[in-house]
């Protein structure tokens, strides 16, 4: 056998801030860069994007239906617009910009990244998504559906 530190669980050597630092920044550049691209292929032009395959054939709202005009308008800085189109997507972009500093931060400290949430949280948001879906596409919920 070998010592309890040898293995593929044996810390490495320290990492640079700039190391550490590179999954953030890269996962920055690539979300920059699609919202870049939304920002200037309009997807309220027919055409640029494929149709919702759900609602296509159903014609039910997902709960992602109006994701790209919402951050078509997020991109334009139109915040009214982006909620009206999809106010679930409007949520998680912020709470994503949320974990993205956290995730920042701890790197730069050089502490753990992971983030742990109870199972109780993961069904709460599920749930969350199901409700905003069931209801944009409810008469009472139309303010919902984009």
């Not at 996962?27 to 759900?54: K, Q, R, S, W």
Request: aromatic share 10%.
């Amino acid at each position: 056998m070998g010592s309890p530190t040898a293995g593929p669980f044996r810390p490495g050597p320290p990492r640079s801030l700039a190391r550490r630092l590179l999954p953030p920044l890269a996962t920055l550049a690539g979300i920059a860069a699609a919202f870049t691209y939304v920002g200037l292929v309009d997807p309220n032009e027919t055409g640029h994007y494929p149709i919702c395959p759900l609602y296509g054939v159903t014609g039910v709202y997902c709960p992602g239906c109006g994701g790209l005009r919402s951050a078509h308008a997020v991109a334009r800085g139109d915040l009214a617009t982006a909620f009206g189109d999809n106010a679930l997507a409007v949520v998680g972009y912020a709470v994503f910009a949320v974990v993205w500093v956290v995730w920042v931060v701890r790197a730069a400290r050089n502490l753990p990244v992971g983030i742990t949430m109870r199972p109780l949280w993961w069904w709460a948001v599920g749930a969350l998504v199901v409700v905003f879906s069931v209801a944009r596409n409810l008469p009472f919920g139309s303010a919902l559906a984009p």
